[in-house]
């Protein structure tokens, strides 16, 4: 009700982008239906303010594949979503398509891979990395086999300026650096940009419904958006180590 009276208040807009709403896999796992409530009914309110004001969405979804049948993934693939934050991005692009199929409202859905930069929650991955080598004791890690697209954060902000400029139509594109690393590659990596060499212990541990690995097919998004990735992931890395004040 409060979010409504939120919308309410917004002066008119021709575009909306969308990014709020409730991410981390595994706090999904514990409140699912407090992700679904935000991530779905949070969309449809965003899409009843843009039928009220004739404004355009853009939707910042998410990986919604599961396990890829084949690589790279293109958007034809069969979305599976594996855990509930993925399933509530998806179910929000369905209300998406429903709104631009019956309601005129027009849509461009971004179905962001693994994204990193500054101000990432420490949990993730790559922060994580970076916090036990800015600390120079040593890295542990769980497994260090899955591979992963990682694209980065100021490659999705023009991805979604470049989404934004579309004014007709329902779209999907993948959003992704097209590459994949093992979180082994991606611990010499960021270990070379910080010129250290740590120790890495890794305790082997598979997690649940986990996928080996995961590689966008951004063709779609090359075609139409004109837009591709121009942060290879060392220069991300680079970038992400100066922000932490390693570098001059």
């Known amino acids: ?3 409504s009276r939120t919308w309410d208040a917004l002066p008119p ?3 909306v982008i969308h990014l709020a709403g409730r991410s981390y896999v595994p706090d999904s796992w514990k409140d699912s239906a407090g992700f679904l409530q935000s991530n779905m009914l949070g969309t449809e309110n965003a899409l009843a303010y843009c039928r009220r004001h004739g404004a355009r969405i853009v939707y ?3 990986y919604v594949y ?3 049948e084949l690589l790279p993934i293109s958007e034809s693939h069969p979305a599976r979503p594996n855990n509930p934050y993925a399933l509530s991005k998806y179910l929000a692009e369905q209300l998406c398509n429903f709104a631009y199929t019956y309601q005129e409202v027009q849509a461009s859905v971004l179905r962001l891979f693994n994204v990193f930069g500054p101000g990432q929650r420490a949990e993730f991955l790559i922060p994580a990395i970076v916090e036990q080598v ?4 040593e890295i542990r890690i769980l497994d260090l086999h899955p591979r992963r697209d990682y694209v980065y954060l100021d490659d999705v902000v023009d991805a979604i300026i470049k989404a934004a400029a579309i004014s007709k139509g329902f779209h999907v594109f993948n959003i992704g650096s097209g590459v994949s690393l093992s979180v082994s590659e991606v611990i010499e990596q960021i270990q070379g940009a910080a010129d250290t060499n740590l120790p890495v212990t890794s305790s082997a541990r598979e997690r649940p419904q986990e996928i080996p690995d995961v590689r966008a097919d951004i063709t ?10 121009r942060w290879s992931f060392l220069r991300g890395v680079q ?5 932490e004040k390693l570098c001059d």
Not at 134 to 137: P, R, T, V
Not at 239 to 243: F, H, R, T
């Open 1 to 3: 009700m409060a979010e």
């Open 13 to 15: 807009a021709k575009v």
């Open 60 to 62: 910042i979804s998410a």
């Open 66 to 68: 599961g396990a890829p």
């Open 134 to 137: 800015l600390a120079g004791k």
């Open 220 to 229: 779609q998004a090359r075609q139409i958006l004109g837009w591709e990735p």
């Open 239 to 243: 970038q992400l180590l100066c922000v």
